[in-house]
């Protein structure tokens, strides 16, 4: 039974950083998956934030992210992050890691809530 578990969420004052990390459990050959990041907030539907191909680790971040967001994968340790930088209230959401395999494998974590107040 394949597992993602996230972390690495909370609260955090505008302009500051919080790192979450998605370690999965239960499945084999995690290095050919394709990793992303979602999030979602009620009044909005699951946007795609960043991911990160399998083979050269190639990324790529929605324009509200780029250059305050950066994804990472570590396969050995079977985990990708996401480190989030100079943090904007708009970025308060529950955050979802996924992994997807070229045959359709499509797995997703249970989400970590971020919020971004002062």
């Known amino acids: 039974q394949v597992q993602l578990v996230e972390s690495g969420g909370g609260l955090v004052q505008p302009g500051g950083s919080l790192r979450l990390s998605c370690t999965a459990s239960g499945v084999a050959g995690f290095s050919s998956y394709v990793l992303r990041w979602y999030r979602q907030t009620p009044e909005k539907e699951r946007e795609l934030v960043a991911a990160i191909s399998s083979i050269y680790a190639s990324t790529d971040y929605a324009d509200s992210v780029k250059g305050r967001f950066t994804i990472s994968r570590d396969d050995p340790k079977k985990t990708v992050s996401l480190q989030m930088n100079s943090l904007k209230p708009d970025d308060t959401a529950v955050y979802y890691c996924?992994?997807?395999?070229?045959?359709?494998?499509?797995?997703w974590g249970q989400g970590t809530s971020v919020t971004v107040s002062s």
């Open positions: 996924n992994m997807r395999s070229t045959s359709g494998k499509n797995y």
